[in-house]
């Protein structure tokens, strides 16, 4: 079983998007343990204040070290194992597939969700393992790119999706992205399926859709084949769609 706990100052919003779909189901299975936690509740303000204008100057708040650090220690004290912390920053490593695998063979990550001008360092040095961004932005805080990185880690875990072939066609698991897919009717508005994902013939399909998401990635994300070591076969083929 895979346990996230979440620092956070807005607990509902992660209730509200990940209470439903596929992560309430496996976490209804045992598969997931959620646990929002709300740094609010742990701070020692008698107004319930989590921050305070920074010692640099310049605009803006930043949250305070104590109702972070005693709201991880609620989470640990108790604990016999350092899970995995990780913190929700612009200035993390950008999150990718490979990123969303290797977390999912944890056990037990703690997520922290920044606000405001962000966090006092002196708590980020004593709690963080890992800083992790998802893009080149800046967001108002660290709330929804958790959830993102929750969901994408979670599909990651045996029994979460159907079955491993759910995740290992999708889009940048394998280095590519996924072909095109139909579904019924055969033809819609004049348009039809290509004939060959109808004709039954196994092998040619699956050379289909390995064809069809080397000309998606090469169209749509070029960079993405440069990091890849294509076979000779490969080469030929996106030799023959630059030509077109």
């Excluded at 650090?69 to 004290?77: E, F, G, L, M, T």
């Excluded at 990780?86 to 920044?114: N, R, T």
Aim: glycine letters at 6%; aromatic letters at 8%; one cysteine or more.
């Amino acid at each position: 079983m895979m346990r996230f706990d979440v620092l956070t100052l807005f607990p509902d919003m992660f209730r509200a998007v990940l209470g439903d779909s596929i992560i309430r189901r496996a976490a209804e299975k045992g598969l997931l343990e959620l646990n929002f936690v709300n740094i609010r509740d742990y701070t020692k303000n008698k107004h319930r204040k989590v921050d305070d204008y920074p010692y640099s100057g310049g605009g803006g708040m930043l949250m305070a070290a104590q109702p972070v650090y005693d709201a991880y220690q609620s989470i640990v004290k108790e604990l016999d194992h350092k899970p995995l912390t990780i913190y929700m920053s612009p200035q993390g490593k950008v999150f990718d597939q490979q990123i969303a695998v290797d977390l999912s063979k944890e056990k037990h990550i703690v997520i922290l969700c920044g606000h405001y001008e962000g966090i006092d360092q002196r708590v980020l040095d004593m709690i963080v393992d890992m800083e992790i961004s998802i893009g080149d932005f800046v967001l108002t805080g660290g709330e929804i790119p958790a959830m993102a990185v929750i969901d994408a880690v979670s599909r990651m875990i045996p029994g979460v999706l159907a079955g491993e072939n759910s995740y290992t066609n999708e889009s940048h698991f394998n280095g590519l992205l996924e072909y095109p897919q139909y579904t019924r009717p055969e033809e819609f508005m004049g348009v039809k399926i290509p004939d060959v994902l109808i004709s039954g013939h196994h092998a040619k399909i699956e050379e289909w859709k390995h064809e069809q998401a080397l000309k998606n990635t090469y169209q749509k994300r070029p960079d993405m084949l440069e990091k890849l070591t294509l076979s000779e076969k490969d080469a030929e083929f996106i030799k023959t769609l630059k030509k077109k």
